[in-house]
């Protein structure tokens, strides 16, 4: 399954990286949805890890704090059998201000196989990944792409629903300042859903229906009927003024709870990144709630991860030998 | 949005008014008739109630006077909660009722500040057990009128409050008020703003021959053009309803005339004090004359009124501001602004149709029919089915102002011992005359 697999991705998934949803088509995302849909399975089956990435090395740098993404990547890469090595910036040379791409020269002279990268700049990780010879995963920058998240939340509404395209998609909140959304847009819209975008005007990007979705700015409007919703943390520490008044006029507006969810399809389903501010943006009952798929999201985290590894690990040189 | 609380209606007799002259902006009305007001409301009104009272009717016979809707003032300070010494919401809705006013909106500068849900529900059951008009709430823009960070502004209006205001001071922070006005958009929400750069209006009075004179630092009009052209621009941009509160000199006119002619969403007010007074009034030093903005030159208080005569200017405020001695009776630079008005507004009023500068209609229109558009009210019209909410007033009645007959707490009015021409004989709301004229002055 292995080399096979891997043949695949050179044809199907030819990118040396992987920096952003935008421009990826729907065969690509296909591919890669059905590679961590087995990935899912094997894990639930209580598979032991593959050895698809043995003897690779993956750093894992993040320039901004994470717990479950980190935590799923090297997840991911220790399934697959690779050497992991997290880089705690806290304690890099970066504090001692050395730039980005200087880190990048310094990491790629180690000759590394994947770096996956994590900044709080928009466009950061595309900026390193002119500059180093190994493949490079954007584990999200700043307000740009976080790909992997979008691609596991299609893969949880995929599994959920059977299929993504002709779904209807809500996503709430704090569009502005959310990578998650950019991506999901890509990536829902490749895959013939409608996106419906719902946040305050203050909290919206400019021309939002030019990014192919329709644009709300009462909740109880923008829920209606819909398959799915998609909540997304409120970002205060992004916000450089006053762009909602207080978290209890967010909630009482913008807030997912089981009044609005009730205008919602009867079936729809509850998704949300990760991590919550319960009773800010989501209710708690809400989030806890049977149609809630917030946990399926974070093991199909491991999945998609451990898909766009192998994926990637195709274009890696040396991997010919390999697959012979 | 959430009922507002409202006065009690006056139930069982009906009132009728005859030998009247109607006057209502909102329909062109002005002709001799007659009104019924039946369980607080308007229930007809007409030429065929002229003479002809109905049955059982209690009549009150106008003797040809006017009647019109009641006044609604958009901009009144009070100084409840915080500053009851200067005015209670009480003492305002007495003077009100004396002008003729049937609607007194109150601004949120009071301490604490109306900024909360809970402050604006104490602002309406306060109103509600003690004043005799309705009283309506201008919420604050932003947290304690500091410009920095956005009020509760959905539910605020959830709780009542019809539109949003900083207050006395500008919005500086571009990004803040931006955001404020996109905001507010989403909410369907009035955005009320006092138009002063701050750093250009650290004077005490309107730039210009009479403040050399004086030796007091002049503030120019500039001041307020250019925080109008920039709320403008972010009008443009984000779409939200706005409101300049108290424009004062042609430039600033002129920016909201284009504004309008670019169907942008926004209208302007004036005060009673920019349409009948200017600089010169302050002469040695009269603090009751001191206001921001400032009182501007002859030729701009002449641009003001005929603005208001052709429609430009929306609305007249009294912009009601009671201040005692020990604010007003200092050194002018050091004196509080602002100047009481309620009780003179209508009055004051009426100088611009005896002078022939616009027909009593063009002058009501801009107290009546206008704010009440503007705020979304259903008041400040005459029409079977809208709330009894009338002013009786003599327009010919010749009388002087005492400052200390005013029912206001503060005494500070640029009025005191002016002869004025027209007085309120009687106002009710919601079907209950609150005030009535006894025929001499009360001592």
Not at chain 2, 48 to 72: F, Q, S, T, Y
Not at chain 2, 213 to 240: N, Y
Request: glycine share 8%; hydrophobic share 40%.
């Amino acid at each position: 399954m292995t080399s096979k697999s891997n043949t695949n991705a050179l044809k199907v998934f030819p990118r040396r990286h992987l920096l952003t949803c935008e421009g990826l088509s729907a065969n690509e995302i296909n591919f890669l949805l059905d590679l961590a849909d087995k990935n899912a399975d094997h894990i639930r089956n209580n598979g032991r890890k593959r050895d698809v990435l043995a003897g690779r090395t993956i750093i894992n740098l993040f320039f901004e704090s994470s717990t479950r993404t980190q935590a799923s990547f090297e997840m991911a890469g220790k399934r697959l059998s690779a050497d992991v090595m997290n880089m705690n910036v806290a304690t890099s040379s970066v504090t001692k201000g050395e730039t980005l791409i200087d880190t990048a020269v310094t990491l790629n002279a180690m000759r590394p196989d994947i770096i996956v990268v994590r900044h709080h700049a928009a466009g950061a990780v595309e900026l390193l990944s002119q500059k180093v010879d190994c493949s490079v995963i954007n584990a999200g920058d700043g307000a740009h792409q976080h790909p992997t998240q979008a691609l596991l939340d299609a893969l949880t509404i995929r599994r959920a629903k059977g299929r993504i395209a002709g779904l209807t998609v809500a996503i709430c909140g704090d569009i502005l300042h959310s990578r998650v959304a950019r991506s999901n847009i890509n990536v829902l819209n490749a895959l013939g859903a409608r996106v419906r975008l719902i946040a305050p005007t203050t909290l919206m990007p400019s021309s939002p229906e030019r990014l192919g979705c329709e644009v709300f700015t009462d909740m109880w409007k923008g829920i209606e009927g819909v398959d799915i919703v998609m909540m997304l943390r409120l970002q205060r520490e992004r916000m450089d003024a006053s762009y909602v008044p207080s978290t209890r006029e967010f909630f009482h507006f913008f807030g997912l709870d089981h009044e609005k969810l009730a205008r919602a399809k009867p079936d729809a389903l509850v998704m949300h990144p990760g991590p919550m501010n319960r009773g800010v943006e989501i209710a708690s009952t809400v989030a806890d709630h049977s149609k809630s798929v917030i946990r399926e999201q974070v093991e199909m985290g491991v999945a998609v991860r451990m898909a766009v590894l192998e994926a990637l690990s195709a274009h890696l040189p040396g991997f010919a030998e390999d697959a012979r | 949005m959430r009922k507002p609380i409202e006065k009690p209606k006056s139930l069982g007799t009906a009132t009728v008014f005859i030998n009247a002259r109607l006057i209502d902006p909102a329909s062109n009305r002005d002709e001799p008739g007659g009104l019924l007001v039946k369980d607080g409301m308007i229930a007809d009104l007409g030429a065929h109630l002229r003479r002809n009272a109905p049955e059982g009717a209690n009549v009150i016979d106008c003797k040809g006077n006017v009647l019109a809707p009641g006044l609604i003032d958009a901009q009144v300070f009070t100084g409840e909660p915080g500053y009851e010494h200067r005015e209670t919401l009480k003492t305002a809705s007495h003077a009100a009722a004396a002008g003729g006013v049937t609607t007194i909106v109150v601004m949120p500068d009071t301490n604490p500040v109306i900024d909360q849900v809970a402050l604006v529900d104490f602002i309406q059951r306060r109103a509600r057990d003690n004043a005799l008009v309705h009283v309506q709430t201008m919420a604050a823009m932003t947290k304690g009128l500091q410009g920095e960070e956005m009020t509760e502004i959905g539910l605020l209006k959830r709780a009542g409050a019809i539109g949003f205001s900083n207050g006395k001071s500008s919005v500086i922070n571009t990004r803040v008020m931006r955001n404020v006005l996109s905001y507010a958009k989403d909410f369907n929400a009035l955005v009320v703003h006092h138009t002063e750069d701050p750093y250009l209006s650290s004077g005490s009075m309107n730039s210009g021959e009479v403040a050399s004179r004086l030796g007091l630092p002049g503030i120019s009009k500039i001041a307020e053009t250019i925080m109008l052209e920039r709320d403008v621009r972010l009008v443009e941009m984000t779409g939200g309803r706005y409101h300049a509160a108290t424009i004062s000199c042609q430039e600033s006119l002129d920016v909201v005339k284009n504004a309008k002619a670019k169907m942008l969403p926004v209208s302007c007010g004036v005060s009673i004090n920019h349409l009948t007074l200017n600089e010169n009034d302050i002469g040695p030093y009269r603090t009751f004359f001191k206001m921001r903005p400032p009182l501007r030159k002859e030729e701009d208080r002449v641009a003001m009124v005929q603005a208001v005569a052709n429609g430009d200017i929306d609305v007249i405020v009294s912009s009601h501001d009671p201040q005692d001695a020990d604010t007003k009776r200092r050194p002018f630079a050091e004196a509080a602004d602002g100047a009481v008005g309620l009780e003179t507004l209508l009055s004051a009023a009426l100088r611009l149709v005896h002078s022939g500068d616009m027909t009593l209609s063009a002058m009501l229109k801009a107290l009546t029919i206008n704010p009440a558009r503007l705020l979304g009210l259903h008041s400040g019209r005459l029409a079977k089915g809208s709330i009894a909410d009338l002013v009786l007033f003599d327009p010919g009645e010749p009388w002087v102002v005492n400052k200390d007959l005013l029912r206001s707490r503060s005494k500070n009015t640029p009025f005191d011992e002016a002869k004025m021409q027209g007085r309120v004989l009687r106002t009710m709301v919601a079907g209950q005359t609150v005030y009535e004229y006894a025929g001499v002055e009360r001592t």
